[in-house]
C-alpha cells in the first residue's frame, strides 16, 4: 500500500483537509437534492454531488471536499489554489493528479 | 527567509512578513486551528519570516488526530466482523488504536476498504446486499454534511445494511476549552477556511465577543496564513477584538446553508471525548434517534471500551499551545511518525508530526 509508506513517512494525506477547485462540465440527475456533475479536475474526471451548491452550472468553477461540491468559486481562484495544490504534492495521494 | 522564493507570489510574501514586523510592538500567541494550515506553516517555514515576538501555536484542528483511541478500537472490532465490510477516508487507516490500526486488520484478513466520498460507501452497500457496509464518520463540520447526505441518501433507499461509525467533532467547543483553561496563552486565532465555508463565521463572531479575542478566518495558502497574521497583529496591537475574514472567495458570514440543513436534519450534538485532550461538552455531533437503524453503534450493541494513553505524552498541552512537541521526552525518541504514541504524531497535520517533519533539525 504505497499511500500508507508515504503518509507514514509524513508527506502528509489531507482528504479530511484537502478541499480542490474543479470546473463542472455536465449536470444529470432531475432531483435537485441529489444533483449531481463531472467536474474536471485538470484533466481528471469525477463524480461530485452538487447538493450544497444548487446554483452551479456547466461551465462554473466549484471546491470539491469527499465527493461534494462546498463552494462556488471564481475561474482564477480555481487556477491559482489547483496549481498550489499540486505544487506541494497534495492531489497525486488523492488521485486528483498523475 | 529560507522558503521564501518556493512562494507561488514571493513579493506579496515579503511584504506582508515586512507588514507583521512593522505593526507588532509586543510579544504576542497566535493559534492556528486547522491542521492543514498548521502544515502549511511547517512547510513554508512562516514562523521564521515573521518576528520572533508572534508566537504560532499549532491547534487541535486534526480529525486524525483526536479521533479517540476507543473509536478506533471499535472501528477494527467491526472491521473484523465476517460478515462486513468496512470503509473509511484513507487518513482514518494507519490510525493506531490501543494496538493495531486498520491497516493491520486488513492484511489479518479483514474487508477494509478506503473511499473517496461516504457516497462511494452506500454504493458499496447498494452493490453487497448480502454484507453490513459501515462507514466511519469521523471529521469536523466540512466533512459532517457529506456524512449526513450519505445516511439520508440510505435512509431514503431504504438500504437495510448501512451504517455509520460516527465521531464527529466541531471546532468552536475546542476553541472555548482552549480560551477557558487557566494556564491559556492565545491571545487570537486563525479559524479554518473550509469548516467556515460551511458554518459561515457567526459562531466565532460570538467567541471574539465573549473572550475578547481576535479571530480572523484563514484560507490554507502561505500568503493567507501571513495575511491572517497581519490582520490578527494589526488587531491585537489596536486593542480590537473582533472576527474578520481573510478568505472572502471562500466564506461568507452566513455559510452554506443547504449543508447546514441536511447536517440539522440528521446530526444533533453530543459530548465528545478528544483524543489527547478528553471530553468536551457539546463538541461533536451524533446522528438522531430517528437515524438509529443507521447507527453503527446501536445496530452492532458495541460495548463501550475505556483505554488509556500512554502516560508520556503530552498532547493535551501541546494540542492548547501550552508545550512546543520539541519539549515532550518522548518527541522523536519513543514518538515519531511511524510508531507515534499521541495524537499529534499520528497525521502529517498533527502538530508534533509537522513538527517532526519540518523542524527536528532546527
Ligand atoms: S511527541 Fe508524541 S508523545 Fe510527545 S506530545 Fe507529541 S504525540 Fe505525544
Redo the contacts between chains.
Keep these: 500500500m504505497p499511500s500508507h509508506r508515504v503518509a507514514r513517512e509524513g508527506t502528509g494525506t489531507f482528504q479530511m483537509c484537502l478541499a480542490v477547485p474543479g470546473r463542472v462540465v455536465d449536470l444529470f440527475g432531475d432531483d435537485p437534492a441529489f444533483r449531481s456533475a463531472n467536474v474536471d479536475f485538470c484533466g481528471i474526471r469525477k463524480n461530485v454531488n452538487l447538493a450544497f451548491t444548487p446554483e452551479a452550472e456547466p461551465g462554473d468553477y466549484v471546491l470539491v471536499h469527499v465527493g461534494f461540491a462546498i463552494s462556488r468559486i471564481d475561474s482564477d481562484e480555481a487556477h491559482r489554489t489547483f496549481q498550489y495544490l499540486k505544487s506541494i504534492g497534495a492531489l497525486k495521494e488523492e488521485g486528483y493528479a498523475v | 527567509m529560507k522558503y521564501v522564493d518556493e512562494y507561488?507570489d514571493p513579493a506579496i510574501a515579503i511584504a506582508l512578513a515586512g507588514q507583521i514586523n512593522h505593526a507588532s510592538t509586543k510579544p504576542w500567541v497566535l493559534m492556528e486551528v486547522?491542521?492543514?494550515q498548521t502544515?502549511t506553516l511547517m512547510?513554508y517555514g512562516i514562523g521564521d519570516l515573521i518576528p520572533d515576538s508572534v508566537e504560532l501555536v499549532h491547534g487541535p484542528g486534526?480529525?486524525?488526530c483526536v479521533t479517540p483511541l476507543e473509536m478506533i478500537d471499535q472501528a477494527i472490532v467491526l472491521a473484523g466482523r465476517p460478515d462486513t465490510i468496512f470503509t473509511s477516508?484513507?487518513?482514518m487507516?494507519?490510525v493506531p488504536g490501543s494496538r493495531r490500526d486498520l491497516?493491520q486488520a486488513r492484511s489479518e484478513g479483514a474487508d477494509v476498504r478506503i473511499v473517496?466520498?461516504?457516497?462511494?460507501a452506500v454504493q458499496i452497500a447498494r452493490a453487497n446486499p448480502a454484507k453490513q457496509v459501515v462507514f466511519f464518520g469521523?471529521?469536523?463540520e466540512?466533512?459532517a454534511?457529506?456524512n449526513a447526505?450519505a445516511v439520508w441518501?440510505a435512509r431514503k433507499e431504504g438500504l437495510q445494511n448501512f451504517s455509520m461509525l460516527v465521531s464527529h467533532v466541531l471546532v468552536p467547543p475546542a476553541m472555548r476549552l482552549i480560551l477557558q483553561s487557566p494556564g491559556n496563552r492565545v491571545q487570537g486565532f486563525i479559524a479554518p477556511g473550509?469548516v467556515c465555508?460551511?458554518m459561515g463565521f457567526r459562531e466565532y463572531a460570538d467567541l471574539a465577543r465573549e473572550f475578547h479575542v481576535p479571530i480572523v478566518v484563514g484560507g490554507?495558502?502561505p500568503v493567507d496564513l501571513l495575511e491572517a497574521i497581519s490582520m490578527l497583529v494589526a488587531q491585537l496591537e489596536t486593542g480590537r477584538a473582533e472576527v474578520e475574514n481573510q478568505y472572502s472567495?471562500?466564506?461568507d458570514y452566513l455559510g452554506?446553508r443547504?449543508?447546514q440543513n441536511?447536517m440539522r436534519e440528521v446530526f444533533t450534538v453530543t459530548n465528545r471525548k478528544w483524543r489527547g485532550i478528553g471530553e468536551i461538552g457539546s463538541s461533536g455531533l451524533r446522528l438522531k434517534d430517528e437515524f438509529a437503524a443507521f447507527d453503527a453503534e446501536k445496530v452492532f450493541e458495541l460495548q463501550s471500551l475505556h483505554v488509556e494513553e500512554p502516560r508520556e505524552c503530552v498532547s493535551a498541552l501541546v494540542l492548547q499551545g501550552r508545550c512546543k512537541p520539541a519539549q515532550c521526552p518522548a518527541f522523536g525518541t519513543t514518538c515519531t511518525?511511524?510508531h507515534p504514541l499521541g495524537a499529534p504524531m499520528v497525521?502529517?497535520?498533527g502538530a508534533c508530526?509537522a513538527w517532526?517533519?519540518y523542524k527536528r533539525h532546527d
Design positions: 507561488r486547522c491542521g492543514g502544515h512547510r486534526c480529525p486524525v477516508y484513507g487518513d487507516l494507519r491497516f473517496y466520498s461516504p457516497m462511494d469521523v471529521g469536523f466540512t466533512t454534511p457529506a447526505m441518501q473550509h465555508a460551511i490554507f495558502e472567495r471562500s466564506v452554506n443547504a449543508a441536511i511518525p511511524m497525521s502529517a497535520e508530526a517532526y517533519q
